[in-house]
């Protein structure tokens, strides 16, 4: 690719390959050990007999404090070394995971009770969401400073899709690292030595920026969506990332794009939902014991992962489908998604459920961010798009936890909810938008 050729141009030297690929291994790490850990926590919830829902209330600290930090990483980026940052991002992914993997042994071994485990995994998990979050900001900041304004939105567009390939990496190598000396917390302690080894390689071999430079370009980072199994980055982050700093904040409010952003919080609540009882779903429906759980969550969490990108990098970009087409059509998939999910009473049914349901929501997301997009002047669009990543990370703060307190009523009157909530949205949304 010519922006990671290794060659001489105006301002200095482009981005070489492999600078480029310490930044997209980092930003990989963080998608795709986060859903890893994601698909086994159902059985390690399930072997320590607590609650189903202290597992959401330990995701959601994550994920509140990856929301309300990123977007201040992203302007420390502009200020800071990024490759300090980088590391920074990288360190507390290790550290957190690492943290987390100890405290779930713990109470799975009897040293301490199954309540006070998963409290000490929620403060590991907050380091994460607080550290770990500086990481796609800064790794964008990095490739932006050091590539042509002509070829900037290609690179940043690359170093994004990584997000969407952690998706299905993560899942499917998580229980590969259930080995019998470490049981089901290995795959904490699996990706806390990966992710070692890739803060010393950044360490080690990607260039200091603290440094000025002749000729140094411009660039900035900009905050991205909490990685989560099956939700692909929209290009939002690119957008911002590339947008002229400076220019007036925008409102949620505003009556341009307020609808639009109501869908898709709107599925976005759908989306958290489900991503968070589908686990105890699986164990539930097949009758499985906690331990040998989690290949049958990993078979269909990647369904849902390789559904929503057939729909992002497949579907989407040879039909010529609007945005109001894309988020009421999509909606409408999703909720025959969760339809099956509720009648579905083997690992068939709950394989083709869930992949419906993220093929629909693989085009929602995208019909939403679209239709925000154009909805506003080209001038506007580095607001939308930090109004965009916000609206996707605020569907996990919430929604976690309620769907885990309704799934404690009833296992199948989640996925009900939620496909009736879909019905509606759709038709809303061909009215409205």
Same mark, same amino acid.
């Given at each position: 690719m010519q922006w990671i050729a290794e060659r001489r141009g105006v301002g200095g030297t482009a981005m070489r390959r492999g600078h480029f690929l310490l930044l @997209?291994?980092?930003m990989l790490l963080a998608a795709s050990g986060n859903t890893a850990v994601q698909s086994v926590m159902p059985a390690i919830g399930r072997a320590m007999a607590i609650p189903d829902v202290f597992t959401a209330i330990a995701y959601t600290v994550s994920a509140v404090l990856w929301v309300v930090l990123a977007p201040m990483w992203a302007r420390a980026s502009d200020r800071h070394g990024r490759k300090a940052l980088t590391l920074l991002g990288v360190g507390g992914f290790v550290v957190s995971t690492l943290l987390c993997g100890l405290a779930l042994e713990a109470g799975l071994s009897g040293l301490v009770g199954g309540i006070a485990a998963f409290v000490l995994f929620g403060i590991a998990r907050g380091i994460y969401g607080a550290l770990g979050s500086a990481t796609p900001s800064a790794t964008q900041a990095y490739l932006a400073s050091r590539t042509r304004r002509s070829a900037r939105v290609a690179a940043l567009s690359a170093l994004a899709s990584s997000f969407g390939l952690g998706t299905i990496?993560?899942?499917?190598? *998580?229980?590969? /690292?259930?080995?019998? /000396?470490? &049981?089901?917390? #290995?795959? /904490?302690f699996g990706f806390a030595i990966i992710g070692l080894g890739v803060w010393l390689a950044i360490w080690r071999w990607l260039p200091d920026d603290t440094r000025p430079r002749r000729g140094r370009r411009s660039g900035h980072g900009a905050a991205m969506s909490y990685p989560s199994i099956a939700t692909p980055t929209t290009g939002a982050s690119v957008v911002a990332a590339t947008a002229p700093r400076g220019l007036q904040p925008m409102r949620w409010t505003d009556r341009r794009i307020r609808r639009w952003i109501v869908a898709g919080v709107a599925a976005g609540h759908a989306q958290a939902a489900v991503l968070? @009882?589908?686990?105890? !779903?699986?164990i539930d429906r097949l009758a499985l014991a906690p331990v040998g759980s989690e290949g049958p969550i990993a078979i269909v969490l990647m369904a849902g992962a390789?559904?929503?990108l057939a729909a992002q990098w497949g579907i989407i970009p040879r039909l010529a489908i609007?945005?109001?087409?894309?988020?009421? &059509?999509?909606a409408l998939i999703a909720a025959l998604g969760f339809a099956?999910?509720? *009648?579905?009473?083997? !690992? @068939?049914? !709950?394989?083709? &459920?869930? *992949?419906?349901? +993220? !093929? &629909?929501? #693989?085009?929602?997301?995208? #019909?939403?961010?679209?239709?925000? +997009?154009?909805?506003? +002047?080209l001038a506007e669009q580095g607001a939308i798009a930090g109004i965009i990543t916000a609206a996707n990370g605020i569907s996990y703060v919430a929604a976690p936890t309620l769907a885990m307190l309704i799934y404690a009523l009833d296992p199948d009157l989640p996925s009900l909810l939620c496909a009736g909530g879909l019905v509606i949205l759709a038709i809303w949304a061909w009215r409205r938008l």
């Amino acid at each position: 690719m010519q922006w990671i050729a290794e060659r001489r141009g105006v301002g200095g030297t482009a981005m070489r390959r492999g600078h480029f690929l310490l930044l @997209y291994a980092a930003m990989l790490l963080a998608a795709s050990g986060n859903t890893a850990v994601q698909s086994v926590m159902p059985a390690i919830g399930r072997a320590m007999a607590i609650p189903d829902v202290f597992t959401a209330i330990a995701y959601t600290v994550s994920a509140v404090l990856w929301v309300v930090l990123a977007p201040m990483w992203a302007r420390a980026s502009d200020r800071h070394g990024r490759k300090a940052l980088t590391l920074l991002g990288v360190g507390g992914f290790v550290v957190s995971t690492l943290l987390c993997g100890l405290a779930l042994e713990a109470g799975l071994s009897g040293l301490v009770g199954g309540i006070a485990a998963f409290v000490l995994f929620g403060i590991a998990r907050g380091i994460y969401g607080a550290l770990g979050s500086a990481t796609p900001s800064a790794t964008q900041a990095y490739l932006a400073s050091r590539t042509r304004r002509s070829a900037r939105v290609a690179a940043l567009s690359a170093l994004a899709s990584s997000f969407g390939l952690g998706t299905i990496i993560g899942p499917a190598m *998580a229980p590969l /690292f259930v080995l019998p /000396f470490v &049981g089901l917390p #290995g795959p /904490f302690f699996g990706f806390a030595i990966i992710g070692l080894g890739v803060w010393l390689a950044i360490w080690r071999w990607l260039p200091d920026d603290t440094r000025p430079r002749r000729g140094r370009r411009s660039g900035h980072g900009a905050a991205m969506s909490y990685p989560s199994i099956a939700t692909p980055t929209t290009g939002a982050s690119v957008v911002a990332a590339t947008a002229p700093r400076g220019l007036q904040p925008m409102r949620w409010t505003d009556r341009r794009i307020r609808r639009w952003i109501v869908a898709g919080v709107a599925a976005g609540h759908a989306q958290a939902a489900v991503l968070t @009882y589908l686990g105890f !779903l699986v164990i539930d429906r097949l009758a499985l014991a906690p331990v040998g759980s989690e290949g049958p969550i990993a078979i269909v969490l990647m369904a849902g992962a390789t559904a929503t990108l057939a729909a992002q990098w497949g579907i989407i970009p040879r039909l010529a489908i609007g945005p109001r087409a894309l988020v009421a &059509g999509g909606a409408l998939i999703a909720a025959l998604g969760f339809a099956v999910l509720a *009648a579905a009473a083997d !690992l @068939y049914g !709950l394989v083709v &459920g869930f *992949a419906l349901a +993220s !093929l &629909g929501f #693989g085009l929602t997301r995208p #019909g939403f961010t679209g239709g925000a +997009s154009l909805a506003v +002047s080209l001038a506007e669009q580095g607001a939308i798009a930090g109004i965009i990543t916000a609206a996707n990370g605020i569907s996990y703060v919430a929604a976690p936890t309620l769907a885990m307190l309704i799934y404690a009523l009833d296992p199948d009157l989640p996925s009900l909810l939620c496909a009736g909530g879909l019905v509606i949205l759709a038709i809303w949304a061909w009215r409205r938008l």
